[in-house]
């Protein structure tokens, strides 16, 4: 089993519309919990974080965390074809990382929105 | 400001040769992160300097890889010989020391291929 799990894609959606990204993980313990977005040939860029059970909103981008289910999701609303890109769910076992980004990485979403 | 610079950001070597990856972190970033993804499986924990002390380097996946940070700013990764298995995307990451795991930049990344 994956630490970090996620659907491969690609996955299409329509301009406007919701996407909905998810991602499952192996470790209990974990404590912090990243949404990257990765253009072609670029570096990933970090869009969200979440580190308690819930929602976090942020523009048009809405993490959501379930520690129990091991289950953490991010949903891009009003979907622009500026949002077409590989998105990548890391988890950290750390919630105060004073310098310990060791991040576990999924082997990201294929979005596309289509115009 | 200046992002995390790779350097090169492509390179393609023989086997049994050497190649030498540059990265410089962002000005005054204290946290130095190697992170790798061969094809078709995600990003992967290389190692971590906190200045220019390896604070985690059990990533590593052979003796044939050597990074260094001499004096706390750019690092060098090395390797040497490369084999055809050590192909893949090479990032680097930064963050400032005693900031959250949100405050990870990451290079553009250097595109090994060894044939």
């Given at each position: 089993q994956k630490e970090v799990e996620q659907n491969s894609g690609p996955l299409s959606v329509p301009e406007g519309a919701i996407a909905s990204l998810n991602c499952t993980y192996?470790?209990?313990?974990?404590q912090s919990f990243f949404w990257y977005r990765q253009y072609s040939g670029k570096s990933p860029e970090l869009i969200m974080s979440i580190y308690s059970n819930g929602d976090k909103e942020d523009g048009r981008f809405t993490a959501q965390l379930n520690k129990a289910s091991q289950y953490v999701s991010l949903l891009i609303r009003?979907?622009?074809?500026?949002?077409?890109a590989t998105y990548l769910c890391a988890v950290n076992?750390?919630?105060?990382n004073f310098g310990n980004e060791k991040l576990t990485f999924g082997t990201g979403t294929r979005l596309t929105i289509i115009p | 400001e200046a992002g995390v610079t790779q350097f090169p950001s492509h390179s393609v070597i023989e086997k049994g040769q050497t190649v030498t990856l540059r990265c410089d972190p962002?000005?005054?970033?204290d946290n130095l992160y190697w992170y790798r993804r061969v094809m078709g499986k995600e990003i992967k924990f290389l190692l971590h300097f906190v200045k220019e002390s390896?604070?985690?380097?059990?990533?590593?996946?052979?003796?044939r890889f050597l990074a260094e940070r001499t004096g706390g700013t750019y690092s060098t990764l090395k390797v040497q010989?490369?084999?055809?298995?050590?192909?893949g995307v090479y990032f680097c990451a930064s963050s400032q020391y005693g900031?959250?795991?949100?405050?990870l930049f990451f290079g553009s990344g250097t595109q090994l291929s060894v044939l």
């Open positions: 192996s470790d209990r313990g974990s009003d979907s622009q074809p500026s949002d077409s076992a750390y919630i105060w | 962002i000005s005054g970033h390896k604070q985690d380097e059990s990533g590593m996946p052979n003796n010989p490369a084999e055809l298995e050590d192909s900031q959250r795991g949100e405050k």
